[in-house]
């Protein structure tokens, strides 16, 4: 009797769920509180189905290469590559995040310590080079489409595309001042 009138008198927690599904485009609806998580999970995988890295021959990739040198510090010291990455290194570039015009980008390469690829965040004007690529390496794809990175559709070449028009023109005003 006591949980009846619990149910009747309280009223249930509802959460409004809005999600962006793709530019401008977006998924609404009202969720119990205890449904969210599992409701989530449901969404997550209708619209945004995982890709398996074996059965993808190659992703686009938004590719560049760390700058050879840059002042660091007050005293504008030159310094060679970054802490992670040596001068020239190639690094795959996620796409944008958050909301910051691309300034602060994660990134994936090889390590100038051990040589091991690595995610790292990095600041874009660290990178110069940049350019579009079939990317075939099995680490590389993996950690692309579990991230929700580039993945092999036409939508993430154009995307890719439509950077490069902006990208390598913001991050040399950058790297100038």
């Known amino acids: 009797m006591i ?31 205890d449904q969210l998580e599992e409701r989530l999970k449901e ?8 890709k398996d890295p074996k059965q993808v021959e190659f992703i ?5 290469n760390v700058i050879e ?7 504008k010291e030159i310094r060679r590559g970054t802490k992670h990455f040596s001068p020239g290194t190639k690094l795959y570039c996620f796409p944008a995040k958050w909301g910051d015009g691309y300034e602060k ?16 965040i990095l600041p874009a004007r660290f990178i110069g080079n ?12 993996k950690r692309m ?11 993430s070449k154009t ?5 490069l028009k902006w990208l390598p023109e913001v991050t040399e005003k950058v790297k100038k001042e």
Not at 6 to 23: A, G, H
Not at 105 to 120: E, Y
Request: glycine content about 6%; hydrophobic content about 40%.
């Open 159 to 163: 995307t890719i595309e439509n950077m």
């Open 60 to 64: 686009w990739c938004l590719v560049g």
């Open 105 to 120: 980008i994660i990134v994936i390469g090889r390590s100038r310590k051990t040589n091991r690829f690595v995610t790292v």
């Open 3 to 33: 949980e009846f009138l619990k149910r009747l008198l309280i009223p249930k927690r509802v959460v409004q769920l809005k999600i962006e599904i793709e530019e401008g485009k977006y998924h609404e609806e009202i969720v119990e509180s």
């Open 43 to 50: 969404i997550q995988s209708f619209y945004f189905p995982k």
């Open 130 to 141: 940049w350019r579009l690529q079939k990317v075939y390496d099995p680490f590389v794809k």
């Open 145 to 155: 489409l579990e991230n929700r990175g580039w993945d092999d559709s036409a939508k």
């Open 69 to 75: 040198e840059h002042y660091f510090g007050e005293q």
